[in-house]
Every structure is written in structure tokens, then in C-alpha cells.
């Protein structure tokens, strides 16, 4: 079968800097997912399309999307235990569970994100230091690869497989279904509190204060010359006493229409900055009600943040620094900071657990997260600030930053080389590509 069989389209990665004509097929049928991966010499699989990074299209390649299998498989209330098919929205997911008083709170920002795609890039949640990424409430795995067949991967069966495929960008081959075990949801709206920061390590400080709680932490923090660290912590506690109350469906449409020009700058950055944290600190109550929506998927209504950016889009790292190397990695970034004075819309600090292998991004560490305008003097400064990963055995996110090159990952990420060689032991022909694995040599 050849490619022009499949029908082309042009796909932009979340973040704008990439762009490419694709070949897409969408299967409804098991016996397609066969038929169009026997057929082609190299595939990725494509969820929504919503990571920052094209790891799930590359050129004049095919990608088989997978939102025609979404249904939820199987059920066990007793043993918490679900298992859906990977094309499964998370929105649709938690639809059903919280009515089972049940859920995973390892859950990304976008409620269209989908399950397989989250699987893929052992996404986290906002309580991520205390319940880690995804990987650990996964069951099992139901993967296709077009040499292999269909497999069964878990911690007993396939065991090095599955280590692969969680975190490993769709390279291992196709999801088909995830089972999870869940865990309690009582409750449903949260309870929000805030506490002003005075600085980056004294963010820092605070939240690893609240490390041993199943509480939402997280901050919000000033980017700009002046006041640069200040701004909040925000904690989210589920209110256990509200309970019954449905989960209304949750919608969330990407822009049709790009803003052509950038908004973004250091004086409209200057003006939220101070909107924003006057508001927090002389309007906004210290302990509020909060919803479902506002807490778990904080982007919902406000995409225009992201449209803002304009045709060129933005840049967003994300990094992994060791509690030990945090004073003196952000001691550096702020002396950078104040010689480049690079365009920050967005700057936060939030705690982070589990154990680190391969190219996945947890360990027990502070991350730290920036939103850049895509343009020639930050991405000098983000390469600069590459450099200080490398320094202080940073691990900068991969699914998030789309300008990074193999040779940042190899020195960054102590075992990559390990899923390189792994994964070329299990797929010697490396049937499954993308943009993502391509410009990382993987």
C-alpha cells in the first residue's frame, strides 16, 4: 500500500515551532491498525496532537489516529481497576470515574489530552510529589508493533517492554488499551489557599514543606527584572465534604484563528505580572472554594494565553533540578537572567517524585517550568540555559521543549543511551518515528 492511498494534511505541534504535510489515516477497526502498519515501512501513533513537541507526526509520514478508540473496555469497582482504549480523552475518562468516586490524579493540564498520549509521555499531575507521574498506577498495556504482532506488557509479563513504553514517546509502537488501578476521589470541589513568596528558594522552601501531602502545590512567580521570584503558592485540597455532585462535561476547543502577531512582551508581561499578583495579594481571599474544572484543567477559557504568542508560538522547558543543586542552578539562571533579560510570560515551581530511567522525566526533584516568546535573543538564552543543565545534571523535559538536540539529552539524562540501545534490541528496524526521536537521534 503506498501513502498516497492516505490522506494529507498539514500539522503544527502545540507549541508552533514545527510544522510539517503528514499522511493521516484514522482505523476504527483492530484488523486496520494491522492493515496500515503492515503496510509502511515507518508509523507513529497520534492521539489529539496536543504535546508541545511533534512526537507523534514527522514529514511526508504516516501517523494513525487513534480517536475512534475511546471506549472504556472493562470495569472493576471492587478491585479499582479499568481498562480503556488508548484513544480515550481524559475528560471522557474522569467522566466516568469520579461518578465511581474513583480517579487517577496523575492528569496534564488539557482535558482533550489522550490516554494513550499520556501513557506514552508519563505525564504528572499538579501532585506530583506526592503521587508521581502516571507509570504508577498502570496495570497493564496492550501495545501492536508491525514486526512484533500484539502484545501484552506489565511489571510480570514483557517487563522490559513495558519499561519502554511508558515514557517512551510512541517509539515502541502503537497503544491499543491501558488498564489502571485507581484510587479513592471523595469529594469534588477543592478548597484553594494561597501564601506569598519572596523569592525562588523561598518558594522552594514552602513547598517542600507540604511534600508529604496528597494536596495540590504549586506557585506562580514573577518573571521580570525587578521582582524576579516573588509571587504565590497555590494549594489545592478536595473538599471531602461535597459530595454527589456531577462532572459536567468539560469543553475545550483549540483557536481556529491564529493571532498573526506576537502580544507577548516585556511590557505587556510587566502589566499581567502586577495585575496578577495584586489581585492575589489585595483582592483574592487567602482560602477560597474552587472547582473541579479551575484546579485540575487551569487552561480551559483561557487559550488565549496561548494564542498570544502568534504565528510563531512559544517555547516552553520545563527542567528537573536536584534538591541538592537548586540554590546554585538558580543563583546562575538568575545571573543569566540579569544579563540577557530574556521575555518570561510564565515561571513556576512545584515539587516532583518517582525514580528516574530512560529518557522518562520524574525523580525526586524541584522542577521548574518557563514559557518563552519564540524568538532569536531567548532561544540564545534558553541554549545558555542548556548549558546549565548539563552543569548541574538537569533533566529537561522532552515532551515540552522542541528545540532541544541529542546531544543536550545525551549529557542531561544519564540513561539514554540505554533506551537507544534497548529499543533498538527490541525494534532492530525502528518502524516507529517522529519529528521527537528523529532530531534526538533515538
Keep these: 500500500m503506498t501513502l498516497k492511498l492516505f490522506k494529507k494534511k498539514i500539522c503544527r505541534?502545540?507549541?508552533?515551532?514545527?510544522?510539517?504535510?503528514?499522511?493521516?489515516?484514522k482505523p476504527d477497526k483492530y484488523r486496520e491498525i494491522e492493515n496500515n502498519s503492515l503496510s509502511n515501512e515507518n508509523l507513529i501513533t497520534m492521539g489529539s496532537g496536543y504535546s508541545y513537541a511533534a512526537a507523534s507526526f514527522k514529514k511526508n509520514s504516516l501517523s494513525l489516529c487513534f480517536e475512534k478508540f475511546n471506549r472504556i473496555i472493562g470495569f472493576?469497582?471492587?478491585?479499582?481497576?479499568?481498562?480503556?482504549?488508548?484513544?480515550?480523552?481524559?475528560?471522557?475518562?474522569?467522566?466516568?470515574?469520579?461518578?465511581?468516586?474513583?480517579?487517577?490524579?496523575?492528569?496534564?493540564?488539557y482535558p482533550f489530552i489522550t490516554?494513550?498520549?499520556?501513557?506514552?509521555?508519563?505525564?504528572?499531575?499538579?501532585?506530583?510529589?506526592?503521587?508521581?507521574?502516571?507509570?504508577?498506577?498502570?496495570?497493564?498495556?496492550?501495545?501492536?508493533?508491525?514486526?512484533?504482532?500484539?502484545?501484552?506488557?506489565?511489571?510480570?509479563?514483557?517487563?522490559?517492554?513495558?519499561?519502554?513504553?511508558?515514557?517512551?514517546?510512541?517509539?515502541?509502537?502503537?497503544?491499543?488499551?491501558?488498564?489502571?488501578?485507581?484510587?479513592?476521589?471523595?469529594?469534588?470541589?477543592?478548597?484553594?489557599?494561597?501564601e506569598e513568596t519572596t523569592s525562588s528558594m523561598d518558594t522552594i522552601?514552602?513547598?517542600?514543606?507540604?511534600?508529604?501531602?496528597?494536596?495540590?502545590?504549586?506557585?506562580?512567580?514573577?518573571?521580570?527584572?525587578?521582582?524576579?521570584?516573588?509571587?504565590?503558592?497555590?494549594?489545592?485540597?478536595?473538599?471531602?465534604?461535597?459530595?454527589?455532585?456531577?462532572?459536567?462535561?468539560?469543553?475545550?476547543?483549540r483557536p481556529k484563528k491564529l493571532t498573526l502577531i506576537n502580544l507577548w512582551n516585556n511590557y505587556t508581561i510587566?502589566?499581567?505580572?502586577?495585575?496578577?499578583?495584586?489581585?492575589?495579594?489585595?483582592?483574592?481571599?487567602?482560602?477560597?472554594?474552587?472547582?473541579?474544572?479551575?484546579?485540575?484543567?487551569?487552561?480551559?477559557?483561557?487559550?488565549k494565553y496561548f494564542d498570544m504568542f502568534g504565528k510563531k508560538g512559544?517555547?516552553?522547558?520545563?527542567?528537573?533540578v536536584k534538591n541538592s543543586k537548586i540554590e546554585e542552578f538558580l543563583e546562575e539562571f538568575e545571573s543569566l537572567f540579569n544579563i540577557h533579560k530574556p521575555s518570561i510570560t510564565l515561571y513556576s515551581i512545584k515539587n516532583i517524585s518517582g525514580q528516574q530511567k530512560y529518557l522518562r522525566f520524574e525523580d525526586n526533584r524541584i522542577c521548574l517550568t518557563f514559557d518563552f516568546i519564540n524568538n532569536k535573543k531567548n532561544i540564545e538564552f534558553?541554549?545558555?540555559?542548556?548549558?546549565?543543565?548539563?552543569?548541574?545534571?538537569?533533566?529537561?523535559?522532552?515532551?515540552?521543549?522542541?528545540?532541544?538536540?541529542a546531544s543536550t539529552i545525551d549529557l542531561c539524562y544519564e540513561f539514554a543511551n540505554n533506551f537507544k540501545n534497548d529499543l533498538k534490541k527490541f525494534d532492530a528496524k525502528r518502524v516507529y518515528k517522529s519529528e521527537l526521536s528523529e532530531r534526538l537521534n533515538i
Excluded at 481498562?83 to 471522557?92: L, N, Q, R, W, Y
Excluded at 496495570?139 to 506489565?154: A, E, M, P, Q, V
Excluded at 472554594?289 to 483561557?302: A, C, E, L, W, Y
Excluded at 512559544?314 to 528537573?320: K, S
Aim: net charge positive; with cysteine.
Design 314 to 320: 512559544f517555547i516552553e522547558t520545563q527542567i528537573l
Design 76 to 109: 472493576d469497582k471492587i478491585d479499582k481497576t479499568i481498562t480503556v482504549e488508548a484513544g480515550i480523552k481524559i475528560c471522557d475518562f474522569l467522566n466516568f470515574t469520579l461518578q465511581q468516586n474513583l480517579w487517577i490524579p496523575q492528569v496534564p493540564g
Design 205 to 253: 522552601k514552602k513547598i517542600k514543606n507540604n511534600t508529604n501531602t496528597e494536596n495540590f502545590v504549586y506557585s506562580w512567580n514573577r518573571a521580570d527584572n525587578k521582582n524576579f521570584g516573588k509571587g504565590f503558592i497555590f494549594q489545592n485540597r478536595i473538599n471531602s465534604e461535597i459530595k454527589n455532585i456531577k462532572f459536567e462535561k468539560i469543553k475545550f476547543e
Design 115 to 194: 490516554i494513550g498520549g499520556a501513557v506514552a509521555s508519563n505525564v504528572h499531575g499538579k501532585s506530583c510529589g506526592f503521587h508521581g507521574s502516571i507509570r504508577n498506577l498502570i496495570k497493564k498495556i496492550t501495545l501492536f508493533h508491525r514486526n512484533h504482532g500484539w502484545l501484552k506488557l506489565s511489571e510480570d509479563e514483557n517487563n522490559e517492554i513495558f519499561d519502554l513504553t511508558v515514557g517512551g514517546f510512541g517509539l515502541t509502537g502503537t497503544i491499543i488499551d491501558v488498564t489502571f488501578n485507581l484510587i479513592d476521589f471523595k469529594g469534588f470541589n477543592f478548597e484553594t489557599s494561597i
Design 382 to 405: 534558553i541554549n545558555l540555559l542548556d548549558s546549565l543543565c548539563i552543569k548541574y545534571k538537569g533533566l529537561p523535559s522532552i515532551i515540552k521543549d522542541s528545540r532541544l538536540s
Design 13 to 25: 505541534s502545540f507549541d508552533k515551532s514545527y510544522s510539517a504535510d503528514i499522511f493521516i489515516k
Design 270 to 303: 510587566n502589566i499581567f505580572n502586577n495585575i496578577f499578583f495584586n489581585y492575589h495579594k489585595f483582592i483574592k481571599k487567602n482560602n477560597y472554594s474552587d472547582t473541579f474544572k479551575n484546579v485540575i484543567f487551569p487552561f480551559v477559557g483561557k487559550e
